[in-house]
């Protein structure tokens, strides 16, 4: 039975993830108070995260990896909010708390009602 959760969530993430290794083949590091390692570290933790999303649902194998990627995306979408709203960047505040709102509904609608 299909899920209401892949349509909407998971394809914001598949865009958001393809938006962010764009930036990364270009050599574009947007922070500077961050090392290019440390902005290399989030950008991989943030595609695993975005896989977790994607592949064990799709393929059926480790279902339960869904909603520990959710959660994962959930605390890392935290402390971007906190990053941005230190630097007073309030675009880049209302990309992080959507993005952390999507990932809150996956994580609870897969740990809850529409678990797998």
């Not at 194998?61 to 959660?71: G, H, K």
Request: with cysteine.
């Amino acid at each position: 039975m299909p899920s209401p959760f892949w349509t909407g969530p998971e394809r914001a993430y598949a865009a958001h993830l393809a938006g962010r290794l764009r930036n990364c083949q270009r050599g574009f590091f947007p922070h500077e108070s961050f090392s290019p390692g440390a902005v290399k570290t989030i950008g991989a933790l943030e595609a695993l995260a975005a896989i977790g999303l994607i592949l064990p649902a799709a393929v059926d194998i480790a279902p339960i990896f869904v909603p520990l990627a959710a959660t994962g995306l959930v605390l890392i979408m935290i402390g971007a909010v906190i990053f941005h709203a230190r630097r007073k960047e309030n675009q880049a505040i209302l990309i992080s708390v959507v993005l952390l709102a999507l990932a809150a509904v996956v994580a609870w609608g897969r740990f809850g009602p529409y678990a797998f």
